[in-house]
DNA sequence: TAACTTACAAACATTGACATCTGTCACTCT
DNA sequence: AGAGTGACAGATGTCAATGTTTGTAAGTTA
């Protein structure tokens, strides 16, 4: 007889496997094709065991997109808890985010379209991270002002705002229309340059 | 026997009957179900008549988007035009892109459907108006640079800052994904701030 | 002779029979 | 007692035949 906590680290490994070979067979046969009998059959199980570990076809490719946005948001995360000049923190949140997002979209479609599918399908596992952009953003936004860099009468609408203003830079909808228009470095510029207008609007108090 | 002037009348007049049942029977029917027979048919005629006076389908539905554009280049370029502070011509212009926009594409949704479709097929019809805002925007930023407004170094890559900074207001995606969301008081408010913050970062030469 | 029609070919969409997939359940194995 | 299986129902997807639409050409009307 096995110990219940011996058993519950083991279903805890299943699930990792079956994530790693969903992610594997995903990028293999992009998500059209994928079905929950392939993921099932690369690690040589039935594929109803895969349904013990996860509630539903989409309930797995949710727990995907989770750990994939669990990889961006926590640099994120870091840039805007840190301390340092807003203005600074705050170009380099953005670049950070421009940067996973445009390698993810282009580098990686079929994964992505994943976590675009997802996003439509389970709109609450992306929304809890968008709130945390949002945090960010209102943090380092009151970070500016408290130390003098920026006057911001509303950071919650500021933070809206900025973020708006930045979104064609890292929105899958306009990186995906740009695709191999621009070079990731030309891109990279002008939302910096877009940034420190943005940044001068801020400093001079406009919102 | 008719004299070639009069001909040639008639058949511009017969155009114009045409485009305008093929906008009554999209509106009626939506784009995915319109035929050209149906388009014949509101009109009593024969289905190859029409293609007398459009060379294909997609030059009817493109000849439909040319007028839908002009609808609103037209008010456009006059505020580009006319005399006065350069940032209340830029506030004035979105604001009439962005009201212009969300009637149609909320209020008129098969009718934006189309144009959105052909927007998709014939790239060339909507680039060259595309091409007009930007010009539009080139000329502001002058002027408000001439009277001593702004400082600007470069206005064709400020025009596209600017342009993409106040792009989730009016672009039928964004416009799409919000709909019902805001009303469209709260959404002109808050493209009117989020203009003056990048006003204000022009007033400080931040370009 | 320009506006229009009828008749037809080729491209495209719809449908319905068939196959595959998702999700469940009673069961075995360790 | 919880990890895993085999067999099955219902939902979803595929594919070939059938119908509809686009686009053309030869002919008719005013």
């Given at each position: 007889?096995?110990?219940?906590?011996?058993?519950?680290?083991?279903?805890?490994?299943?699930?990792?496997?079956?994530?790693?070979?969903?992610?594997?067979?995903?990028?293999?046969?992009?998500?059209?094709?994928?079905?929950?009998?392939?993921?099932?059959?690369?690690?040589?199980?039935?594929?109803?065991?895969?349904?013990?570990?996860?509630?539903?076809?989409?309930?797995?490719?949710?727990?995907?997109?989770e750990r994939w946005l669990a990889a961006i948001t926590e640099p994120l995360a870091a840039i805007a808890e840190r301390d340092g000049?807003?203005?600074l923190r705050l170009e380099e949140w953005f670049l950070t985010l421009i940067d996973f997002k445009r390698r993810n979209?282009?580098?990686?479609?079929?994964?992505?379209?994943?976590?675009?599918?997802?996003?439509?399908?389970?709109?609450?596992?992306?929304?809890?991270h968008l709130?945390r952009y949002h945090d960010h953003l209102?943090r380092i936004?009151?970070?500016?002002?408290?130390?003098?860099?920026?006057?911001?009468?509303?950071?919650?609408?500021?933070?809206?705002?900025?973020?708006?203003?930045m979104?064609?830079y890292f929105?899958?909808?306009?990186?995906?229309?740009?695709?191999?228009?621009?070079?990731?470095?030309?891109?990279r510029?002008?939302?910096?340059?877009?940034?420190?207008?943005?940044?001068?609007?801020?400093?001079?108090?406009?919102?």
């Open positions: 007889m096995r110990s219940p906590e011996k058993a519950a680290v083991a279903a805890e490994d299943t699930r990792e496997r079956i994530l790693q070979a969903a992610e594997a067979v995903l990028r293999r046969y992009g998500l059209a094709k994928t079905t929950v009998v392939d993921v099932a059959r690369a690690l040589d199980m039935s594929h109803a065991n895969v349904y013990r570990h996860f509630e539903s076809k989409a309930a797995l490719l949710d727990a995907l997109v000049p807003a203005a979209i282009l580098g990686e479609p079929e994964l992505f379209a994943t976590y675009h599918a997802a996003t439509e399908a389970a709109r609450g596992v992306v929304e809890a709130a209102v936004l009151r970070d500016g002002v408290a130390n003098g860099e920026w006057a911001v009468s509303d950071p919650d609408t500021a933070a809206r705002i900025v973020r708006n203003a979104r064609v929105d899958p909808h306009h990186v995906k229309a740009d695709a191999g228009q621009r070079s990731d470095e030309e891109v510029e002008e939302a910096r340059r877009s940034l420190r207008l943005v940044v001068a609007g801020l400093a001079a108090g406009a919102l």
